[in-house]
């Protein structure tokens, strides 16, 4: 294959330039990825496969968000470990959306795991990792200059249609979005400037919550709790029906590291 420039490297991604102007290549990696909370959970080892899964799950999500109307950067997918997409200017926020009480809301806020929120909760994480991506508000965004009141406001309404959106549809394969995170990024087409959903949406970017089997009591009589959706990779692929024909030998992803 002819060689590619290499735009970026991140921890689960490789990004290239792509065919034509204002693409891009998205290669996902097997290594480790900051884990489903945002900007909380302490990264997980490689997993063989993730990087496989993620790419036909974040397929998946996109192409159903672009179904419905609601923009993405996502054009196609091109390869078992690659996507094309539309080259978007990021903002250095991390929006989450959070349906249920987890992680770094429970422990800020004492409120126990898994409890339902009245409503949803849309926050913004600061993208800086040397500063552990921190919690801000809308004030620090304006005054600094990271996105303006439309903007915000443009981006409220994108990640509560990416919410319902997705909790619907895991919640038709028996699982439960607790909260997750998006990267949205800015396009011009003309002189008209929209805000997309980019990066990628899969297990890295969601915490989700297995409720398959909560009633039926197993052969000791225990009736399981709720609690994160085990072999999450591949389960959540094999329950969407995403499961990439040729790693079907692969019972699940295994630690390469
Ligand atoms: P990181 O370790 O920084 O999270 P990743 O390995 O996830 O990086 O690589 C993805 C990088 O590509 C991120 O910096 C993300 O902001 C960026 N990105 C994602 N989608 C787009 C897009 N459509 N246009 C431009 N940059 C993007
Ligand atoms: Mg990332």
């Known amino acids: 294959m002819a060689r590619r420039k290499k735009v970026y ?31 909380d959970a302490p990264p997980q080892g490689a997993l063989e496969g993730r990087g496989v ?3 036909r799950l974040s397929e998946f999500f996109m192409a159903g968000l672009n179904a419905i109307g609601v923009p993405t950067h996502f054009i196609r997918r091109l390869n078992m470990r690659e996507q094309l997409v539309r080259m978007a200017e990021i903002l250095p926020l991390e929006v989450v959306v959070r349906n ?3 992680g770094d809301l429970s422990r800020r806020l004492g409120i126990p795991e898994g409890m339902g929120l009245p409503r949803p909760i849309v926050e913004y994480y600061y993208k800086d990792e040397k500063l552990g991506n921190p919690l801000v508000a809308e004030e620090h965004i304006i005054a600094f200059g990271w996105a303006n009141q439309q903007d915000l406001d443009d981006m409220v309404a994108l990640a509560l249609r990416v919410n319902d959106f997705l909790s619907g549809v895991m919640l038709g394969v028996g699982v439960r979005l607790m909260d997750f995170r998006l990267e949205v990024g800015r396009i011009w087409e003309g002189d008209f400037m929209r805000l997309i959903v980019a990066d990628e ?11 398959r089997g909560l009633d ?14 085990a072999d999450v ?3 959540l692929a094999r329950r969407l029906g995403v499961l990439p024909s040729n790693v079907t030998h692969t019972p699940k992803p295994t630690l390469i590291n």
């Open 9 to 39: 490297e991140g921890s689960a991604k490789i990004l290239y330039e792509g065919p034509e102007p204002g693409t891009l290549i998205q290669y996902f990696k097997d290594d480790a990825a900051p884990a489903g909370d945002q900007a």
């Open 100 to 102: 249920y009480a987890a």
């Open 216 to 229: 039926t009591p197993d052969r000791e009589g225990q009736v399981r709790e709720p609690g994160p959706l």
């Open 53 to 55: 899964l993620n790419n």
């Open 233 to 235: 990779y591949t389960e």
């Open 201 to 211: 949406i899969s297990p890295d970017s969601c915490r989700l919550w297995d409720m």
